[in-house]
């Protein structure tokens, strides 16, 4: 069985205390790898190596820098199918969208920062007669990059790509649950001739090798993106060592139809935000809430085409619905099936496991599930599920829809289906999110900020956001009159 290895100071290797845990292949619910169960003594080694890079890699020239980003860059386009493959079997997303969307993403990331790097600049103050003020933008030293399983390549190259370009050395861990592609990231590094030690890429359990990360004097900041709790905790033990944080956290997005939104292209696009990727991606609108004058309608045309998505093989083209992460994951899933209906709800599709014969009986398959009938204030409309399952909820005014909009601790993303104009940008000030797509949904523009408020996280990552948050602003003040 094949053994991933920790990538520290430019070499693959076993984690010093020998312990390896299993790594799964959702679709079939079978081990199909090891990971290192690393410790604090295999993050001490990665920092050691952050540490002797860091002065060479932060005054690496920005070509340098650029070129060496773009090696990576392109040798992910190169190995896209390879990639798109591991993911799919490491993570249970159906082939296709990994094909499509995540491998592609990472290597834009990476395009992107490499970019970005030669365009990043710092500000003047001239004080007219008397002196100069000028800002340095510095790179921080080591810092900790910690992601999650849902996107898994694309998540972990979005903190990796700017924390490199900006001249920072990394100590890095993918999720347990799906470290495939961060290993092949490994082996990418080295093919790129990325310098040693300049990104470290350490496998384990969070609260073990991820929490001896936030703990190391080391490391200056932790970008992180992952559960609300999770964040909470890092936040903990990060604040009485002042480093810099940026958190990604959960949400509970909602989805608002107005009737005078174009139907088509709403109910299309409304079938990918609810159960892309199994529902499992972070800006998935989970709470949908239509306009009674078309709920009726809704109702019926998203329940037919939601029974209709074939839920199967991630590597088959034919399937719109892979399997579910993990084990333990389908189960909380499903609870939340069997919570809703104890709160008064009604399931209009879905609701169940679904079991295959063969090959895939062991694998965690969950129907896509359509819910009506819960109150706002309930555990299901208001804990994020992050699987296929939606609710569905009829309003009459604008400040009706506002309001059950804004009525979460989250605030990630929302979506807007309205063909009037002065409605969507006074829904937009008002919605309580740091994304806000009106008729559309995922649509991405690197250069613009990604994050959310209230308790979806704090600070800001893409664009230069990314760029600011990965280096520290320095004040030169020159007096020359
Ligand atoms: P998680 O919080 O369980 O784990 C995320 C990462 O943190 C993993 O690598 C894990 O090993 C590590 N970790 C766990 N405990 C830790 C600790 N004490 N110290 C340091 N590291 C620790 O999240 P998950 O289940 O992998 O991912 C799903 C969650 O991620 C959902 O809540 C989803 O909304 C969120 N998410 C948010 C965004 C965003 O951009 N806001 C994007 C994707 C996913």
Not at 104 to 117: D, G, I, K
Not at 172 to 200: D, Q, W
Request: aromatic share 8%.
């Amino acid at each position: 069985m094949i053994k991933l290895q920790n990538y520290i100071n430019g070499e693959l290797i076993s984690p010093v205390n020998d312990n390896w845990l299993d790594n799964y292949e959702p679709a079939r619910g079978k081990v199909y790898s090891q990971i290192p169960d690393s410790d604090a003594d295999d993050i001490a080694l990665a920092v050691e190596a952050a540490k002797a890079a860091f002065p060479s890699w932060s005054k690496t020239s920005i070509d340098e820098r650029h070129d060496c980003l773009m090696r990576i860059a392109s040798l992910i386009e190169e190995k896209l199918d390879m990639l798109a493959a591991a993911e799919s079997r490491d993570n249970g997303k159906p082939l296709k969208l990994a094909t499509r969307v995540d491998i592609p993403r990472a290597a834009s990331n990476f395009r992107f920062y490499a970019t970005a790097a030669m365009q990043f600049s710092s500000e003047a103050h001239p004080m007219p007669g008397m002196a100069i003020n000028y800002t340095l933008r510095q790179p921080l030293g080591v810092v900790g990059c910690i992601s999650p399983w849902n996107l898994p390549l694309y998540l972990f190259s979005w903190k990796i790509a700017p924390a490199l370009a900006t001249g920072n050395t990394v100590v890095a861990k993918p999720s347990e649950i799906t470290p495939m592609t961060a290993y092949l990231l490994s082996e990418i590094c080295i093919e790129a001739g990325l310098p040693k030690g300049v990104l470290n890429i350490v496998h384990g359990l969070g609260h073990k090798a991820g929490a001896a990360i936030v703990d190391d004097p080391a490391v200056t900041a932790i970008s992180f993106t992952g559960g609300t709790k999770t964040g909470a905790a890092i936040a903990a033990q990060a604040a009485p060592k002042f480093k810099k944080l940026s958190l990604e956290l959960g949400g509970k997005n909602p989805n608002i139809i107005f009737a005078d939104c174009d139907f088509n292209k709403m109910i299309s696009t409304t079938m990918h935000s609810s159960f892309a990727n199994q529902g499992q991606i972070c800006l998935c609108g989970s709470r949908i809430y239509v306009q009674r004058s078309i709920y009726d309608q809704f109702k019926e045309e998203f329940v037919k085409r939601t029974k209709a998505l074939t839920v199967g093989d991630p590597a088959d083209p034919e399937t719109k619905l892979g399997a579910i992460v993990s084990e333990p994951h389908m189960e909380k899933i499903l609870s939340y099936v069997a919570l809703a209906q104890e709160e008064g709800g009604t399931v209009l599709a879905g609701g169940h496991r679904v079991q295959f014969d063969g090959d895939l009986a062991d694998g965690w398959y969950v129907e896509p599930t359509i819910i009506d009938g819960l109150a706002p204030g309930c555990r299901t409309n208001q804990e994020e599920i992050f699987g296929p399952v939606v609710t569905i909820t009829p309003f009459d005014t604008e400040e009706e829809a506002l309001e059950l909009a804004n009525g979460t601790q989250y605030g990630l993303s929302c979506t807007i289906w309205t063909e009037d104009l002065t409605r969507a940008h006074r829904m937009a000030e008002n919605i309580h999110a740091g994304i806000v797509w009106i008729n559309c949904w995922l649509l991405r523009d690197l250069r613009t900020p990604f994050g959310g408020t209230k308790q979806s996280g704090v600070g800001r990552e893409g664009g230069f956001e990314a760029m600011r948050f990965f280096t520290e602003p320095k004040n030169v003040c020159i007096k020359y009159g």
